[in-house]
């Protein structure tokens, strides 16, 4: 899964910069504009700063399944009216008047969400639509709508859900322990494993680990393309990169 960043420019209408104090739900929504692709819906976006709609979203995944992020994780979209305080927003691209999304476009959707999830310790029934929050239709197809009856718009997004809990299951290794609560135990492997500050190949480096120990992991984040484990001791982050770590 590629994340590209192409963040709006901070403006009064589509980037407000509230900070979004909490993720509790995570919401997918259809664009609503057959044929158009990301980058074109991203541009829309960033064209309300000249004085336009409060509209935005987080991420937009286009019909090859690219996936463009418009605002900081940290901070509020404008996508799904009173959820706005407390979700991640997902705007879809698809190809025609159904709304159906395209396998590339679901694909992406589905790593996307599965990546939020574990992000902020969510489960798939934490993924909403927009419909479930103001019975606005999106995403189209898998909404109540004259050409498909609940019961059908419902199998539709279960079966996406499904999708992504095989995924989420899928990442975690079967032969390791996990605690009840999320916490793990790693041995080192590298001779000598750097302790980041935070979750980042660029940030400080507080210490080295050279015992090839056993050590604690309490809580884990993606950052620069590393998966990265919070040390239990408080000293900082260390990658969970196969070639350094194993569980245990
Ligand atoms: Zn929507």
Wanted: charged share 20%.
């Amino acid at each position: 899964m590629k994340i590209t960043e192409n963040f709006l420019t901070p403006n009064k209408y589509s980037r407000l910069q509230i900070p979004l104090e909490k993720v509790a739900k995570i919401a997918v929504h259809y664009v609503g504009n057959p044929g158009t692709s990301a980058i074109a819906n991203r541009n829309y976006f960033e064209n309300q700063k000249n004085g336009g709609r409060y509209v935005s979203s987080h991420y937009i995944i286009g019909l090859q399944g690219e996936i463009i992020q418009c605002i900081p994780l940290n901070e509020w979209s404008y996508c799904t009216n009173q959820a706005n305080g407390y979700s991640v927003s997902i705007e879809c691209c698809h190809p025609d008047s159904t709304g159906k999304f395209n396998e590339a476009t679901e694909q992406s959707l589905a790593e996307l969400c599965a990546y939020l999830l574990e992000k902020f310790g969510l489960g798939v029934d934490d993924i909403i639509r927009h419909y479930d929050v103001t019975g606005k239709q999106s995403p189209l197809y898998w909404s109540p709508t004259k050409y498909q009856s609940a019961e059908i718009a419902n199998a539709r997004f279960k079966a996406f859900k499904d999708r992504v809990a095989a995924l989420m299951k899928a990442d975690k290794p079967h032969d390791a322990a996990e605690n009840a609560d999320g916490t793990f135990l790693v041995r080192v492997l590298d001779p000598a494993l750097n302790i980041r500050a935070q979750p980042s190949l660029t940030a400080k480096i507080n210490g080295v680990i050279r015992d090839n120990g056993v050590y604690t992991i309490v809580a884990q984040q993606h950052g620069g393309g590393v998966l990265w484990g919070k040390l239990k001791s408080g000293a900082g982050w260390i990658s969970l990169g196969s070639k350094y770590v194993k569980k245990i």
